[in-house]
């Protein structure tokens, strides 16, 4: 009797399952984002930057309104690269505006992260313009502070709807107002040779030079305009090395701190995505190795050269080839004379500026080498060139230029820089006569480093 019993359980279980479940494909319920309800009206982050006018720069607070916005985030503070900030764009692909949080918690990816859907209430915040972007905070003494900790909840909800982000396609070219705080990409873009090559490649934001952030210029392979790369020296992948191919970036396009030029900041650095070869030119090399010869062809330091009418004297071309009168200027550092070019306050956008050697003879020595010492000050870019022609004939525009793969220095961002970098170029290979030429290639007010050149030597048998 027990075992009837037993098998007749067994059974009706497996009627009851079998009686339910009439295949094993599962119709999962529709997972819709909920409405968020909230007593007021919806509108565009367009709109809330339009409160504020640029022209007194004076503090907007919004008082009495009962206006939210929406948008998703694209910062991500997991990095280390935002500190207290969210970065909001209106829409997941092809956004119009985005906008800068400014909230007093230094884990935001945990509630707030990367593509979270949020609302925004706007009564009791106040917007200013900091740093070359718009913020959204608190006021305080005329000035716009993060949201305390305490009141986040009142102002943010977070929604359970996370969108893909579409990274918005740009060129450099495009830069404008209009893009800053979107998250954009650009494509075809590689650092600088200077700042990857394989005996001295940089990191992030770990060099001595980086103050706050490490800014390391990217180069278009296709027109070879340039961007900054930002990256607080306060983020955990600072120590990284640069990638040494090309591809993409994929960031937030902002402004730098002191609002001088357009930068883009990573959220991670996987989002340089660069695995691609090189577009470098093709750069002066003499294939063979030379030992430093013993004689001192031609030594030039600079003493004495007061003017460029001295410098002149001594068969330097010093031109300005982009209309303006900023040249290679004599200058004394520290009891030093040295030769420097700056953008800095000069009013010029477009600069190019030319230092041409004298002629170089190199018919009857041998085991020739040449080295010049260079220093960079305020950097906010590698600005400067250096090639190699032997048909110049005074008239750099109809000369050909050959690039040489010379060591230009980065320097610290806010101050001078006391270190000069000596490049060694070797001219055994070449006979007959050759000249070199430094370019300096600014723009004021946001290309302005600041180089100094000094002990031009060339030395052979």
Not at 78 to 106: C, H, M, R, T, W
Not at 210 to 228: A, H, K, N, P, V
Not at 299 to 319: A, H, I, Q, Y
Not at 393 to 415: F, H, M, Q
Request: glycine share 8%; proline share 4%.
């Amino acid at each position: 009797m027990k075992d009837k019993i037993f098998i007749a359980g067994i059974l009706m279980i497996v009627f009851v399952f079998t009686g339910c479940v009439q295949t094993d494909d599962f119709d999962l319920p529709e997972m819709r984002p909920v409405e968020i309800d909230f007593d007021g009206e919806l509108t565009s982050i367009e709109a809330v930057k339009g409160n504020f006018n640029i022209q007194t720069g004076q503090v907007f607070t919004f008082i009495n309104t009962d206006a939210w916005f929406t948008g998703y985030v694209i910062s991500s503070d997991a990095g280390g690269n935002f500190y207290k900030e969210l970065i909001i764009q209106d829409k997941a692909s092809n956004p119009v505006a985005g906008i800068q949080l400014l909230l007093d918690d230094n884990s935001l990816f945990e509630t707030f992260n990367f593509g979270r859907k949020i609302y925004v209430k706007l009564d009791g915040l106040s917007l200013g313009y900091n740093n070359g972007v718009l913020q959204l905070g608190m006021k305080q003494h005329g000035d716009v502070i993060a949201l305390p900790n305490s009141l986040i909840d009142d102002h943010v909800i977070r929604t359970e709807e996370v969108a893909e982000i579409t990274p918005l396609s740009i060129k450099i070219s495009d830069l404008n107002p209009n893009l800053k705080n979107l998250y954009v990409k650009i494509e075809d873009l590689q650092f600088d040779r200077n700042l990857v090559k394989q005996d001295r490649t940089f990191s992030f934001a770990s060099n001595p030079a980086d103050q706050y952030d490490g800014l390391r210029q990217l180069e278009s392979c296709e027109t070879g305009e340039t961007i900054l790369l930002s990256t607080s020296t306060f983020s955990n992948f600072r120590s990284l090395l640069l990638p040494q191919g090309s591809g993409s970036v994929e960031g937030i396009l902002t402004r730098d701190f002191f609002d001088e030029r357009y930068v883009v900041m990573l959220n991670t650095p996987d989002k340089l995505d660069m695995n691609g070869p090189r577009c470098d030119p093709e750069f002066f090399e003499c294939d063979t190795d030379v030992i430093e010869g013993s004689q001192i062809l031609y030594d030039e330091n600079f003493e004495g050269v007061t003017s460029n009418s001295t410098l002149n004297s001594r068969d330097w071309t010093n031109e300005n080839l982009s209309g303006g009168e900023t040249k290679f200027k004599p200058t004394l550092v520290n009891g030093n004379r040295v030769l420097r070019i700056s953008a800095y306050n000069t009013l010029e956008s477009p600069l190019e500026a030319w230092l041409v050697t004298p002629e170089i003879k190199l018919s009857e020595t041998e085991n020739e080498r040449l080295s010049f010492d260079i220093r960079s000050s305020y950097d906010n870019g590698l600005l400067l060139k250096v090639f190699i022609s032997q048909d110049f004939s005074g008239d750099i525009r109809t000369a050909t230029w050959i690039p040489v793969d010379a060591e230009i220095p980065l320097g610290p961002s806010n101050r001078n820089s006391t270190i000069f970098t000596t490049s060694r170029i070797n001219l055994s290979c070449l006979e007959g006569k050759v000249w070199v030429g430094f370019q300096y290639l600014g723009s004021a007010p946001d290309k302005t480093t600041t180089y100094d050149l000094d002990n031009f030597r060339l030395t052979g048998d």
